[in-house]
T-cell receptor
C-alpha cells in the first residue's frame, strides 16, 4: 500500500535554531516528491518539488533532500523564525495514477521566541 | 491573481441538511481537486476533474457530488449531511500532474455537522 509517514508528529524549537523533519514513503515508482507548508487556518503552500533523480532542492532557508534508495526525504530549516511555525506536509506523486497525490500526516512545528 | 477561492470559510449544518461548497480559480488550470483534512490524517481526495465536463471519484467520494461546467468553477455538493462529514475541505488546482506544476490550494471551508 502506498503510504507516506512523517516524523516527528510535532516539534518545538527556539527561534534561530535549525531543525530537520523526516518523511519515509513506500510509494514506488514515483514521479516526484513535494514539501508543503500549511499555516494554521490556511491551505498548504508549495515549498519544494523534487523528481526521483534529484538529491536536494533549496528554497531560501528550506532545503529538502531525497534518497530514493532508502525512500526517505528530509526538510531542513535553517535559522528558524517565528513565521516558520506551521505544519509541514510531505507529498509523493506516484508514476501511475498521477492524479492521486499521497499526503503525509504532517509535522507540526512551533518556533518559540 | 486571487488564485483559488473557497466559500464559505465556516459552516454549521444539521444532520440531513444539504449545502454546496464553492471553489473557483482564476489561473486557467484544467486540473482541480477536492480534499478533506481530518485531525491527525493526511489529506484525502474526494473528487477530481481534469477539465470542464470531466469529473471522477477519489478515495472518499461517498456522500458527495461535484460538477465542472466551466474551467474556473468546481463546486462540491453535500446532499444529506452526516456527522462523519465534519472536516476541513480544501479545493486545489494545478496546470497538470507534471513536475513543474505545484498544487495551489484555497484556504479551506471548515464544516461542522451536528
Amino acid at each position: 500500500k502506498n503510504q507516506v509517514e512523517q516524523s516527528p508528529q510535532s516539534l518545538i524549537i527556539l527561534e534561530g535554531k535549525n531543525c530537520t523533519l523526516q518523511c519515509n514513503y513506500t510509494v514506488s515508482p514515483f514521479s516526484n516528491l513535494r514539501w508543503y507548508k500549511q499555516d494554521t487556518g490556511r491551505g498548504p503552500v508549495s515549498l519544494t518539488i523534487m523528481t526521483f533523480s534529484e538529491n536536494t532542492k533549496s528554497n531560501g532557508r528550506y532545503t529538502a533532500t531525497l534518497d530514493a534508495d532508502t525512500k526517505q526525504s528530509s526538510l531542513h530549516i535553517t535559522a528558524s523564525q517565528l513565521s516558520d511555525s506551521a505544519s509541514y506536509i510531505c507529498v509523493v506523486i506516484p508514476t501511475s495514477g498521477t492524479y492521486k497525490y499521497i499526503f503525509g500526516t504532517g509535522t507540526r512545528l512551533k518556533v518559540l521566541a | 491573481n486571487a488564485g483559488v477561492t473557497q466559500t464559505p470559510k465556516f459552516r454549521i449544518l444539521k444532520i440531513g441538511q444539504s449545502m454546496t461548497l464553492q471553489c473557483t480559480q482564476d489561473m486557467n488550470h484544467n486540473y482541480m481537486y477536492w480534499y478533506r483534512q481530518d485531525p491527525g490524517m493526511g489529506l484525502k481526495l474526494i473528487y477530481y476533474s481534469v477539465g470542464a465536463g470531466i469529473t471522477d471519484k477519489g478515495e472518499v467520494p461517498n456522500g458527495y457530488n461535484v460538477s465542472r461546467s466551466t474551467t474556473e468553477d468546481f463546486p462540491l455538493r453535500l446532499e444529506l449531511a452526516a456527522p462523519s462529514q465534519t472536516s476541513v475541505y480544501f479545493c486545489a488546482s494545478t496546470e497538470g500532474p507534471s513536475y513543474n506544476s505545484p498544487l495551489h490550494f484555497g484556504n479551506g471551508t471548515r464544516l461542522t455537522v451536528t
